[in-house]
């Protein structure tokens, strides 16, 4: 099969691996990109394939929770350049923005007075600006999040009690992490088998004695990369965010637990 140089530069481009190791692992997928991934992490070439989208956006990200932890807003703002992102005109409007969602959740940004605010900056500024994504949320537990200093990428963390100390910890680690799952429970099992099937490519010549336990070691340590409860604590890696929760104290003894989490990076769908 003839593989095209697009094919090349995209699995180079989500892989990090050489254009010859791309070129034979796109051969022998018969151009399948994902299957390709696989064969060069089965090989060694690549440690995982880590997929996160590049900045196709210039803005900033803006998260609003209230002081009772029980309601969240978070948007997203684009325009052309980081400029235009920086300037005081632009900050100011997605504050606005940001108070118009949490108020009113996302069909507000569609409201012809919001809409005249975002055409009346932008042209004033001289450069198109679009409101991107819009969430509210809401819990009986309680809402922490994180906001990073560059506005470009934040999190928001649900845990089962209040804790804003826990939750900003959290929410932190997410940021840092982006882990795609909360714990082992929430990986599809197509998922499953299909990293157990590169596992066993990768132990094919270890005894057979043997190949079972090795297997299981992988998947423990890949479960470090998936899983926000088995990922090293971002504070203490001897620890992971798991046992660093079992040691945090709630008021009423009861146990702290992560109900879900969001993370956004500036550009990403």
Known sequence: MKIQPRQVKELREKTGAGILACKKALQKSEGDIEGAIDILRADGVTKA??????ETREGVIRLKID????????????????FVARTDDFLKLADELLETVFTGGRESLE???????????????????????????????????YLHHNCRVAALVELSIESPTVARE???????SN?????????PEEEKEREFEIFRQQVKDKPEAIREKIIIGKWRKRLTELCLLNLPFLHDDKISVGEYLKKQA????????????????????
């Open 49 to 54: 394939a880590k997929r996160e989208n590049k």
């Open 250 to 269: 709630a008021p009423t003894g009861e146990p702290i637990e992560i109900k879900g989490f969001v993370r956004w990076r500036l550009g990403e769908e």
């Open 179 to 187: 882990p795609p799952y909360l714990s082992e429970a929430d990986i």
């Open 67 to 82: 002081a009772a932890g029980k309601k969240a807003a978070l948007l997203e703002l684009n325009c052309e350049t980081d």
């Open 170 to 176: 959290i929410a932190m680690q997410v940021v840092a």
């Open 111 to 145: 409201l012809e007075e919001t809409s005249g605010r975002v055409i009346s900056v932008a042209a004033r500024i001289g450069e198109k600006i679009t409101p991107g994504r819009a969430l509210t949320r809401e819990s009986d537990g309680f809402i922490g999040g």
